[in-house]
């Protein structure tokens, strides 16, 4: 089978990594990939959101099944015009994915079946958005309407903050995603992330994990794309899980159904946790990045599989075959990051780590010069372990990532703390 998969940060190296190891795999190509990447695949300049090249592509390399990493494509319909040529994706429709690519549409979902989620109001213009701000208080959460690359959330603990959110997004700080916004009110409790894969009828579960979103330790500093993730999260329990699928997911998906957008892919539903009660924050589209690479240290070759039959409409006869085991990763970011940062420093001692089952780096900003890897990126690479235990992943990626030469990078160092 030929495989194409759409992406080139940490979460497509890890699939791409699950991928490879599964023998239907006879050849694998990503797009636009990366240094990392190039190590296990073919690389291909291709611009993924264009789906008229994308169908050209495949269609000129044999491809059998594509992969649609991350949730850009996937907004601007790539998958639609993937399926129109016959081929096989795993990736929701563009109608699909908007329950990511817009959080006004989420909510008003939620709304129509009753879904538990945060009090909310959608504003379209910043001055009635103030209003709403000073009306209601602090804390509260701001929200880009659309696609922000993983920035457009503030969680503002004081007014202040919260309407100088408003005027950021208002101003253009997002470009178009910020045009509109989602205010909504402050949820307590502990968050994780629940992944479902859907094929528009059957909902299979496949793992739980939680993401650092602070920058430094002790969950301070500016919000990230994720700094660390690790899996299983032991606060998303059997129960609580269970409970989520008929209170949320479930009710999503038939929503979703009944409007003639079926939901086919992987579904991602971060969740607020609090007295054993589960409330939406939001859902995603796609893997989340770092969770995704930890999901993939767990889950293996048998990925493919699960994510064939997502494509293929045959949920209903899989399963996941669990190890009783942990992963755990660490990001690398630039020095500066989610603020500015320089590119182009050279990482040393890669070559001397572990790349096998129990341990592998996943690239993501990364890029080779001559015979240097180098520093492409604010999130650059994730340091990711497995063990029979969390304590056991989580030294074992902390001594690999104590072997890694990179003075203009740093990480967090108490990821996996709630667990641990």
Same mark, same amino acid.
């Given at each position: 089978?030929?495989?194409?998969?759409?992406?080139?940060?940490?979460?497509?190296?890890?699939?791409?990594?699950?991928?490879?190891?599964?023998?239907?795999?006879?050849?694998?190509?990503?797009?636009?990939?990366?240094?990392?990447?190039?190590?296990?695949?073919?690389?291909?300049?291709?611009?993924?959101?264009?789906?008229?090249?994308?169908?050209?592509?495949?269609?000129?390399?044999?491809?059998?099944?594509?992969?649609?990493?991350?949730?850009?494509?996937?907004?601007?319909?790539?998958?639609?015009?993937?399926?129109?040529?016959?081929?096989?994706?795993?990736?929701?429709?563009?109608?699909?994915?908007?329950?990511?690519?817009?959080?006004?549409?989420?909510?008003?979902?939620?709304?129509?079946?009753?879904?538990?989620?945060?009090?909310?109001?959608?504003?379209?213009?910043?001055?009635?958005?103030?209003?709403?701000?000073?009306?209601?208080?602090?804390?509260?959460?701001?929200?880009?309407?659309?696609?922000?690359?993983?920035?457009?959330?503030?969680?503002?603990?004081?007014?202040?903050?919260?309407?100088?959110?408003?005027?950021?997004?208002? =101003?253009?700080? $997002?470009?178009? /995603?910020? %045009? #509109?916004?989602? @205010?909504? !009110?402050?949820?307590?409790?502990?968050? &994780?992330?629940?992944?479902?894969?859907?094929?528009?009828?059957?909902?299979?579960?496949?793992?739980?994990?939680?993401?650092?979103?602070?920058?430094?330790?002790?969950?301070?500093?500016?919000?990230?794309?994720?700094?660390?993730?690790?899996?299983? =999260?032991?606060? $998303?329990?059997? /129960?609580? %899980? #269970?409970?989520? @699928?008929? !209170?949320?997911?479930?009710?999503?998906? &038939?929503?979703?159904?009944?409007?003639?957008?079926?939901?086919?892919?992987?579904?991602?539903?971060?969740?607020?946790?609090?007295?054993?009660?589960?409330?939406?924050?939001?859902?995603?589209?796609?893997?989340?990045?770092?969770?995704?690479?930890?999901?993939?240290?767990?889950?293996? /070759?048998? %990925?493919?599989?699960?994510?064939?039959?997502?494509?293929?409409?045959?949920?209903?006869?899989?399963?996941?075959?669990?190890?009783?085991?942990?992963?755990?990763?660490?990001?690398?970011?630039?020095?500066?990051?989610?603020?500015?940062?320089?590119?182009?420093?050279?990482?040393?001692?890669?070559?001397?780590?572990?790349?096998?089952?129990?341990?592998?780096?996943?690239?993501?900003?990364?890029?080779?010069?001559?015979?240097?890897?180098?520093?492409?990126?604010?999130?650059?690479?994730?340091?990711?372990?497995?063990?029979?235990?969390?304590?056991?992943?989580?030294?074992?990626?902390?001594?690999?990532?104590?072997?890694?030469?990179?003075?203009?990078?740093?990480?967090?160092?108490?990821?996996?703390?709630?667990?641990?």
């Amino acid at each position: 089978m030929n495989i194409l998969i759409l992406g080139g940060g940490g979460r497509e190296h890890a699939l791409a990594w699950a991928v490879k190891q599964n023998p239907k795999c006879d050849r694998l190509i990503v797009a636009p990939g990366n240094a990392g990447i190039a190590a296990i695949a073919e690389c291909a300049a291709l611009d993924i959101l264009d789906g008229d090249a994308v169908a050209v592509f495949a269609a000129a390399h044999a491809i059998d099944f594509v992969i649609i990493g991350p949730e850009a494509p996937l907004a601007a319909g790539v998958s639609d015009r993937l399926r129109m040529a016959g081929l096989s994706v795993f990736g929701p429709s563009q109608a699909a994915a908007r329950l990511e690519s817009s959080k006004a549409f989420t909510k008003a979902i939620c709304a129509a079946v009753d879904a538990p989620t945060a009090g909310y109001a959608h504003l379209t213009d910043a001055r009635a958005a103030h209003a709403h701000v000073t009306s209601q208080g602090a804390p509260i959460v701001i929200k880009a309407d659309g696609l922000a690359a993983g920035k457009g959330v503030v969680v503002a603990m004081t007014e202040a903050e919260a309407h100088a959110a408003i005027d950021d997004m208002f =101003a253009g700080s $997002l470009g178009v /995603a910020g %045009a #509109e916004v989602v @205010i909504e !009110e402050f949820m307590e409790g502990e968050e &994780a992330s629940f992944f479902l894969l859907v094929d528009g009828t059957t909902i299979l579960p496949i793992g739980t994990a939680q993401d650092h979103k602070r920058a430094f330790d002790g969950d301070t500093g500016p919000n990230t794309g994720g700094m660390g993730a690790y899996s299983p =999260a032991p606060v $998303l329990t059997p /129960a609580i %899980a #269970e409970r989520a @699928i008929a !209170e949320i997911i479930a009710p999503t998906m &038939a929503e979703m159904a009944r409007r003639g957008t079926p939901y086919q892919g992987v579904l991602f539903a971060g969740l607020m946790i609090r007295d054993g009660q589960a409330q939406l924050v939001e859902y995603n589209a796609r893997f989340g990045d770092p969770e995704c690479q930890v999901l993939m240290m767990r889950l293996g /070759a048998q %990925a493919l599989d699960l994510m064939l039959a997502c494509a293929q409409g045959r949920l209903d006869g899989a399963s996941v075959a669990w190890a009783d085991d942990h992963a755990l990763g660490v990001v690398l970011a630039a020095r500066g990051y989610p603020g500015a940062y320089a590119k182009g420093s050279t990482i040393r001692g890669l070559d001397a780590l572990p790349d096998s089952s129990t341990g592998m780096v996943f690239h993501a900003g990364t890029m080779r010069q001559s015979d240097r890897l180098q520093a492409n990126g604010g999130r650059v690479l994730c340091v990711t372990a497995r063990g029979a235990t969390l304590h056991e992943a989580h030294t074992r990626a902390y001594a690999m990532v104590d072997m890694i030469d990179w003075p203009e990078g740093f990480c967090r160092r108490d990821i996996g703390w709630r667990a641990l």
